[in-house]
């Protein structure tokens, strides 16, 4: 985008109608009407399952778009953890995500690092394969992994959830932008100081890193707490299941008879919050990284 | 080099330079690929040998027993391909149904998502609204949320008697079945007009074994309810991308062009939407790559059903390996899918080249993106 370059303009300068008047008022109410009504519409969704996993099941076959119980009901939420293994799959999925979100911290920016600032033999070639790579459709991936799983004898297994989910080539990418934004100069000094690759690396230009790693952290950690086809192939034994899958397991397997949609609500809903959580608080690294997409365009 | 050669002439001083200048890059070189050797190493493993594998499986008959690469196998060669392609039968059937379902949705889903990008990317970025970062949020947080937990709540939502049903009974609309309904939506227009009965030409035949009828059914009841889902849950990402350009267009444009006395559909019209121009490129080919691998939704809500209406070649391709345990024909449904994206990708590619240098003759043409 060639505008990128040009002088940039002060944030917000859009102007989409005159400040007072009748047509800046009309505006201005058509704004925010059109606000609140898609406000509604992605938010209410939410609503309405918070509400009803706190119902009865007649209750919620009743009144679905009452987001209020009437009476509070907590049945659901008792079957949740003792009548389903939801204390299982949540263990799991917390176990692979803190593994998985920690080895592609640390692996995406040791391969970041390498083709941002080291010179070796092969460097270009490796960087246009990890391009490449990020083009791949995951879904159809689905029997390949299964078969590399199987073949290597890991699968059924946690490894088969952690493993192949440890580098992926997306975080390279983001590393790799970044550290090229560090001035070299930092490096050079730390080099001159008799600081070694590694150390230069550790010690020195990743703390700098911050930004991208906490950016990288927090979109790995939602990927793959929500991770779900690859779950799907790597796995067939309920003690693996993680969340996505026991829940998919819960809607349409065994326990799928009968509606209970408090039940099933609830544990969606259980599912979500960890994610919400991140969310809010870390909204504007979330931001950024769609920002980054767009100006690749 | 050659400036320590000239400095220090004396033999013995020169070799050691040479060899720790040698051991520098040499030490680079190999911290290098010590480097980048564990993403190398998962992403070569998990990545690119299962591609390798799966194109051997899809050539094959194997069913999932033992390995696929011993000499127990049979191999088939084309078989699984020409299968989907060129013989009649269930596994032609299925394969064209669920890529006429995946046609419906990719051509609902795209355009909207992206309008309603566009869309709400330009309320949030009206300057006149406060409480604009509470709405770009709430927009885009359904898309960092599981694809499973969302999908528990829409089917929900579109239960027989759930929140949707409610609101259309709200203006009196006797709401569908939402997953239990295989009627396509086109049919149903249909019936409304009296046409209940395809006409005769339309049913004798068709391409790939469906009939001419069943192409045109317009995305089934079932598969509308998925549509909503998935425009919902995209178009927060989308506006987002949106609005990172918007944030770019510089003011003076817009000024300007208010001063020559543009009206507001104007301005949008011939100056914001030709700058958004890349950003509408990169959301369309995004589009059309995720649109064409739906297979979350499915697995939870419908699983292909009602009467495989729902049914996608990406979730087709995943049944037929692990539920039918025909791995040979799953894998080649995948190869099959993933060359639809690559066309669908170079397609879009093209068009937007094409319009682009269609609409002004050449030496009128303007670098793109600056005016």
Do not use: C
């Not at chain 1, 590399?148 to 992926?168: E, F």
């Not at chain 2, 004396?10 to 190999?30: C, F, K, S």
């Amino acid at each position: 985008m060639a505008v990128l370059s040009g002088p940039r303009p002060t944030r917000d300068t859009q102007t989409t109608g005159r400040p007072g008047g009748p047509r800046g008022l009309v505006t201005t109410f058509l704004g925010y009407a059109t606000l609140i009504f898609f406000g509604l519409v992605f938010l209410y969704p939410f609503v309405i399952q918070l509400g009803n996993s706190f119902k009865s099941e007649p209750d919620a076959a009743a009144n679905p778009l009452s987001p209020v119980p009437d009476p509070v009901d907590l049945t659901s939420f008792e079957r949740i953890f003792e009548g389903t293994a939801f204390p299982l799959w949540m263990g799991n999925s917390l176990l692979v995500t803190v593994l998985v979100t920690a080895g592609r911290v640390f692996f995406d920016s040791l391969a970041g690092y390498a083709l941002a600032r080291l010179r070796f033999r092969g460097r270009a070639g490796l960087f246009a394969a990890v391009i490449a790579v990020m083009a791949v459709p995951g879904v159809v991936l689905l029997i390949p992994k299964f078969l590399v799983l199987n073949q290597l004898g890991m699968y059924d297994s946690y490894a088969a959830l952690i493993v192949p989910l440890l580098a992926d080539a997306a975080g390279v990418f983001i590393m790799k932008q970044f550290f090229e934004s560090i001035p070299v100069s930092v490096e050079e000094a730390a080099r001159i100081d008799g600081a070694g690759v590694f150390r230069t690396f550790w010690s020195v230009v990743l703390p700098m890193a911050k930004p991208a790693l906490i950016t990288l952290t927090i979109l790995s950690f939602q990927g793959s707490w929500n991770e779900f086809p690859h779950s799907l192939v790597a796995v067939q034994d309920p003690d693996l299941f993680t969340l996505p899958r026991g829940l998919a397991d819960l809607v349409s397997g065994s326990l799928g008879s009968g509606t209970q949609y408090p039940l099933k609500l609830g544990a969606a809903l259980l599912a979500t919050i960890p994610v919400a959580i991140i969310f809010v608080v870390f909204q504007r690294y979330f931001v950024r990284d769609a920002n980054d997409g767009a100006d690749k365009g | 080099m050659a400036i320590d050669a000239l400095a220090a002439p004396a033999t013995p001083a020169v070799p050691p330079a040479r060899r720790r200048r040698g051991g520098v890059r040499g030490n680079e070189n190999l911290a290098g690929w010590l480097f980048v050797a564990p993403v190398v190493l998962i992403l070569g493993l998990f990545l690119l040998l299962p591609i390798l594998m799966a194109f051997w499986v899809s050539l094959t008959g194997w069913n999932g027993q033992g390995s696929p690469f011993t000499g127990d196998v049979p191999v088939v060669g084309a078989d699984n391909y020409t299968r989907l392609f060129t013989e009649e039968g269930l596994a032609r059937r299925d394969f064209m149904t669920s890529v006429r379902n995946n046609l419906y949705y990719v051509a609902i889903v795209v355009p909207a998502q992206t309008a309603l990008a566009l869309g709400l990317a330009l309320v949030v970025n009206n300057r006149m609204l406060k409480g604009k970062a509470f709405f770009r949020s709430a927009f885009y947080f359904p898309s960092v949320t599981s694809s499973v937990a969302i999908s528990v709540v829409f089917l929900f939502l579109f239960a027989n008697s759930g929140a949707v049903n409610g609101l259309l009974a709200l203006v009196g609309i006797d709401g569908p079945q939402w997953f239990a309904d295989a009627r396509g939506v086109l049919h149903i227009l249909l019936g409304t007009v009296g046409v209940d009965q395809p006409p005769a030409a339309l049913t004798g035949g068709g391409p790939f074994g469906l009939t001419w009828w069943d192409w045109l059914s317009g995305p089934s009841v079932a598969m509308v309810s998925i549509i909503t889902l998935v425009v919902w849950t995209t178009s927060g990402t989308f506006m987002l991308m949106y609005l990172a350009a918007l944030q770019n267009v510089p003011a003076a444009l817009d000024e300007a062009s208010t001063l020559d006395g543009a009206s507001r559909w104007q301005r949008f019209r011939y100056v914001t939407l030709p700058l958004l121009k890349p950003t509408t490129f990169l959301v369309v080919t995004l589009g059309l790559i995720g649109t064409w691998q739906v297979f979350d939704q499915v697995y939870v809500m419908s699983q292909g059903d009602p009467a495989k209406t729902t049914l996608t070649p990406a979730y087709l391709s995943y049944r037929t390996a692990f539920r039918d345990f025909d791995y040979g024909s799953g894998a080649a449904i995948s190869f099959v899918l993933f060359l639809i994206i690559i066309a669908m990708t170079l397609l879009q590619r093209w068009v937007m080249r094409d319009r682009d240098a269609g609409r002004r003759p050449w030496w009128r043409r303007r670098v793109p993106g600056r005016s």
